[in-house]
T-cell receptor, first 114, second 112 residues
Framework: NAGVTQTPKFQVLKTGQSMTLQCAQD?????MYWYRQDPGMGLRLIYY???????DKGEVPNGYNVSRLNKREFSLRLESAAPSQTSVYFC?????????????FGPGTRLTVL | AQSVTQPDIHITVSEGASLELRCNYS??????LFWYVQSPGQGLQLLLK??????LVQGIKGFEAEFKRSQSSFNLRKPSVHWSDAAEYFC??????????FGTGTRLTVIP
């Protein structure tokens, strides 16, 4: 049981390049989330998926797209990377079960855009 | 509007001393409150959460938090800090565990 896994761990891009951040969970959770973490700003929600086949914008969706490929996988795509997207990206999945309701986080992807 | 304020950016305590990390929230509905810990280079781990009932909540690693509705606060406490507690701590509020709003975090340094 690996929990929430993210690939890659580190990535350096040049401005204008594209890339996809991968996230997978093996806990059979319905909901999944993408956050970015910037110094002094905590975590901010980019997109989320309440269930397979649905996605919704969070607080800072501009410049990103997402795909909920299946129940396990939720990917985040940067079509044309910008230096402002330099950040640490976290994926999370959510166990929705009454008092057990909790988000579980992956280890993060550190992205630098030059 | 929803928001979480953690007024202390950085706290330094001696090993064995007590700890209190402050969290104030603004939320338009029934708040569900969380404390997460992030060790360097790691993801976030849930310490504890408050949904309802007893306002004093016990968590992992000897942490506890008290929900005070009148003060819109959910402060995290530990009676005796260990060197391994050095990390960054985040308070969050949401509707259950959905669409969480996080504070900016408090970095804890523990000195021997």
């Amino acid at each position: 049981n690996a929990g929430v896994t993210q690939t890659p761990k580190f990535q350096v891009l040049k401005t204008g390049q594209s890339m996809t951040l991968q996230c997978a969970q093996d806990m059979n959770h319905n909901s999944m989330y993408w956050y970015r973490q910037d110094p002094g700003m905590g975590l901010r929600l980019i997109y989320y998926s309440a269930s397979e086949g649905t996605t919704d914008k969070g607080e800072v969706p501009n410049g990103y797209n997402v795909s909920r490929l299946n129940k396990r996988e939720f990917s985040l795509r940067l079509e044309s990377a910008a230096p402002s997207q330099t950040s640490v990206y976290f994926c999370a999945s959510r166990l929705t079960s009454g008092s057990l309701d909790t988000q579980y986080f992956g280890p993060g992807t550190r992205l630098t855009v030059l | 509007a929803q928001s979480v304020t953690q007024p202390d950016i950085h706290i330094t305590v001696s090993e064995g001393a007590s700890l209190e990390l402050r969290c104030n929230y603004s939320y338009g509905a029934t708040p569900y409150l969380f404390w997460y810990v992030q060790s360097p280079g790691q993801g976030l781990q849930l310490l504890l959460k408050y949904f309802s009932g007893d306002t004093l909540v016990q968590g992992i690693k000897g942490f506890e938090a008290e929900f005070k509705r009148s003060q819109s606060s959910f402060n995290l406490r530990k009676p005796s800090v260990h060197w391994s507690d050095a990390a960054e701590y985040f308070c969050a509020v949401g509707a259950w565990a959905n669409n969480l709003f996080f504070g900016t975090g408090t970095r804890l340094t523990v000195i021997p």
